[in-house]
C-alpha cells in the first residue's frame, strides 16, 4: 500500500509539473495575440487547461496528505511542509489568473479582427497572471523532490535549500514578466516573437525537468526497497532503524 501511494503521488506531481509548466508557456504567449478574436480563443484553451492541470494536482495533494498522516510524527516535517506549499500555489491559480482570463474572454467577446489596444496587452502580460502557473509548476517540483527524499530514506531532507530556491526562482520569474509588462505600455513598442528560439527554449527545459526528475526518481527505486506498510510498535526484534515496524 505504501509503495503504491508513494508512486501514485509522484507520478501524479510529475504530470501535474509538465502540465502546469505548458499552460505557463500558453499564458505568457497571450500577449503575442493578433486581435481580440485570437486571445478571446486563447483564453478559452488555456482555462480549459487550467481544469486539466488542476485534477493531477489535486490528485498529489491527497497523497501528500495521506502519506503526512501516514508517517511517523518525527519524520513527517517534509510532507507537512508540502501541503500549504501545494495548496497555496493552486489557490493562487484559481483565485488570480482564472479571473483575469473570464475578464479577458468578456471583454475580447466582440471577437475583433483589430489589433489588440495597449490596456488589453497590458493585462495579458501581467506578472500576477502569468506568474501563478510558473510557480506551481516551480512547487511541483520543490514538492516531488521532498516527497522522494522522505519516500526513499523515510526522513526528512534539509528544507531549507529546496525552499530558498523555490523563492528565488519566483523572484527571478516575477522581475522578468514584469519587466516585459512595462515595455508594453511604451510608445511604439514593439513585441518581438521568435518561435524558433522559442521552441529549443521550451524543449531544453523540458529535458531537463525530465532528466532532473526522472533519473533521481529511478535510481532511488532501483536501490531501495520500499516497505508494503508502516505500521508503529514497540517490538523492538521487528524495528526499522527509523523508530517503525516494516510489515514484510
Not at 488589453?120 to 502569468?130: D, G, K, Q
Not at 521552441?199 to 532511488?220: H, Q, S
Not at 521487528?238 to 515496524?245: A, D, V
Request: charged share 15%; net charge positive; with cysteine.
Amino acid at each position: 500500500m505504501y509503495i503504491t501511494l508513494v508512486h501514485l503521488t509522484l507520478g501524479c506531481l510529475f504530470l501535474a509539473l509538465l502540465l502546469s509548466w505548458i499552460a505557463g508557456n500558453k499564458a505568457s504567449s497571450l500577449l503575442y495575440s493578433k486581435s481580440e478574436q485570437q486571445l478571446h480563443q486563447r483564453a478559452k484553451h488555456l482555462i480549459i487547461w487550467t481544469i486539466v492541470l488542476s485534477i493531477p494536482a489535486a490528485a498529489a495533494l491527497g497523497g501528500v496528505v495521506t502519506m503526512a498522516v501516514k508517517l511517523p510524527p518525527d519524520y513527517d516535517l517534509g510532507m507537512l511542509i508540502c501541503v500549504p506549499i501545494l495548496t497555496l500555489s493552486l489557490a493562487l491559480l484559481w483565485a488570480r489568473s482564472i479571473p483575469k482570463l473570464l475578464r479577458m474572454r468578456k471583454n475580447t467577446g466582440r471577437k475583433s479582427s483589430e489589433p489588440l489596444p495597449v490596456r488589453m496587452l497590458y493585462r495579458a502580460s501581467e506578472p500576477a497572471f502569468i506568474l501563478p502557473y510558473q510557480l506551481l509548476s516551480l512547487c511541483m517540483l520543490t514538492i516531488f523532490y521532498l516527497t522522494l527524499s522522505v519516500a526513499v530514506s523515510l526522513h526528512s531532507m534539509p528544507l531549507t535549500l529546496p525552499l530558498s530556491m523555490l523563492g528565488f526562482a519566483a523572484a527571478i520569474l516575477w522581475i522578468i514578466h514584469g519587466e516585459r509588462s512595462s515595455r508594453v505600455t511604451l510608445p511604439k513598442a514593439k513585441l518581438n516573437r521568435r518561435p524558433s528560439e522559442r521552441m529549443v527554449r521550451r524543449l531544453a527545459i523540458a529535458i531537463a525537468i525530465v532528466l532532473l526528475a526522472g533519473t533521481p526518481y529511478y535510481n532511488a527505486f532501483d536501490k531501495i526497497d520500499l516497505p508494503e506498510a508502516l505500521i508503529m510498535t514497540n517490538n523492538a526484534d521487528n524495528m526499522h532503524s527509523f523508530g517503525f515496524y516494516i510489515e514484510q
